[in-house]
């Protein structure tokens, strides 16, 4: 019999005698369960462990183990946590929509959903080795640096370009958690911040969380507007703008060459923070890709985010803050307090994978693929639902944003779709207030191939034709 049968055969045995007992009895030594059951001192040391962990007896050392007392039974009905509407009353928080989180769709179903692309499209051999070399090192396991192992900011630094260098990047675990760091510590809570309308749901639901007021700024196609965010910093006072100039999320847009420079210096004149979201600075179709807006600034108005869980693995959590001056010792200062450092040797990983010509193949293999299924998805929309107005083909990112009809509603829709077995993203997420119109957000990236994309856009045929 194997220790773990062994172990589990005594701890059915000692419950059994346990409920035949009163709490506060001993149960029989160790070298009495030894003699009577046949097992080992190991064996009854962890069979006890268990017991104790679940909170079956109590130990007391030098004098042996006890029944511990009753649990009170469960009461017939459901419990009752109203309490907790009182305990967390004064911080309002706004989970993320449903139709946004991450997580798997019903069999069958075609995810034009979801934010990142499919397995078959993530370098998971490369990862599996970057990996295993990580492991290796002699010092996988030490405690890393606050702001991130120095390989890895180099990296990030060149990236980036410009006069960016290692000492003004910091390592973070992923996009995301980045930036409900950048908002609670750049901004107090009450604040308001300036955003694209539309723009990325968790940014607008990590701005919500940390008692930010997201303030809408209209685009065009270049991008966000100039003069209207001038006019936006004067009405609100606000000190914060987040956008994203390069493929961005939900639109595909990128802004403009001349409005790159004029929303940071409208920005800087304002004394604000811009917040340079670049997750997609990876997820390119083979076109040139701008240079991120941190290159050219020099005075710290530009914060700049990027991140590897795109273009690698949404389990590679590695991602980078760029800034300059006081703002990123407040960083340093916010990360010591909430994680002390981002997990040795997941940076050790990224090192590996960033560091080998195999992920520069990686990422021109990806452009092609994502460059394919845009056209593709792009193609079979215009032909089965012309009625929805594709904005624009994006030259990057890993989403369609569609405008639909009058008198569509995206929840008849939404709701259609899921009945043909075709998940969709909701448009109105996407707003900071309220939405001009109804859209809907359509991944081209998450289907496991282009003959999916073809497919899920016949079903949207008949979802138009009801809805």
């Known amino acids: ?81 109203s309490w907790q509407a009182v305990a967390l009353a004064g911080r309002p928080f706004a989970p993320e929509a449903p139709d946004e989180q991450s997580g798997t769709v019903p069999a069958g179903t075609i995810p034009l959903s979801g934010g990142y692309p499919h397995e078959s499209l993530q370098p998971t051999r490369l990862l599996g080795g970057a990996l295993a070399r990580a492991a290796r090192r002699p010092d996988a396991w030490h405690r890393a640096p606050a702001a991130g192992l120095t390989t890895l900011r180099t990296i990030f630094a060149r990236q980036a370009g410009g006069e960016v260098g290692p000492d003004d990047v910091l390592v973070t675990g992923g996009g995301q958690g980045a930036l409900s760091l950048l908002f609670r510590a750049v901004a107090a809570p009450g604040s308001p911040i300036l955003v694209e309308s539309p723009t990325y749901g968790g940014a607008l639901a990590a701005a919500r969380s940390a ?79 701008p240079r991120p807006l941190v290159a050219d600034d020099r005075d710290g108005t530009v914060v700049h985010l990027t991140s590897l869980t795109k273009p690698a693995s949404p389990s590679l959590r590695i991602g980078a803050l760029i800034a300059r001056g006081p703002v990123m010792r407040r960083l340093l200062g916010m990360r010591r307090v909430d994680d002390f450092f981002i997990a040795r040797p997941l940076q050790e990983a990224a090192v590996e994978l960033l560091s080998t010509p195999a992920w520069d193949r990686h990422l021109r293999a990806l452009s092609a693929a994502l460059h394919q299924r845009c056209a593709v998805l792009a193609d079979a929309l215009a032909r089965e639902v012309p009625d929805w107005t594709l904005h624009r083909v994006p030259a990057g990112g890993l989403h369609l944003w569609v405008r639909l009809p009058a008198g569509c509603t995206e929840e008849a829709v939404a709701e ?52």
Request: glycine residues 10%; hydrophobic residues 45%; aromatic residues 4%.
């Open 416 to 467: 259609a779709a899921r009945a043909h077995r075709v998940a969709v993203n909701l448009g109105h997420h996407h707003f900071p207030a309220e939405p001009p119109a109804a859209h809907l957000r359509l991944g081209f990236a998450a289907a496991a191939e282009p003959a999916e994309l073809v497919e899920a856009a016949a079903r949207l045929r008949a979802v138009a034709a009801q809805a």
């Open 211 to 289: 008692g930010l007021h997201p303030v809408p700024v209209p685009m065009d196609d270049q991008g966000l507007r100039p003069d209207l965010l001038a006019e936006a910093f004067a009405m609100t006072g606000a000190r914060l703008l987040y956008c994203q100039p390069t493929f961005h999320n939900p639109t595909g847009t990128v802004l403009s060459g001349e409005r790159r420079r004029q929303i940071v210096d409208v920005a800087r004149a304002a004394g604000a923070f811009l917040i340079e979201d670049d997750f997609a600075r990876h997820l390119g179709h083979g076109r040139p890709v």
């Open 1 to 81: 019999m194997s220790d773990g049968s062994s172990i589990e055969t005594l701890v059915a045995i000692l419950r059994t005698e346990i409920a035949r007992l009163s709490p506060g009895d001993r149960l029989p030594s160790s070298r009495d369960l030894i003699t009577r059951h046949g097992v080992g001192p190991v064996t009854v040391s962890r069979a006890i462990a268990l017991l104790a962990a679940e909170g079956a007896v109590v130990t007391r050392p030098g004098s042996g183990t006890y029944v511990a007392a009753r649990r009170p039974p469960a009461g017939g009905g459901e419990p009752d946590t």
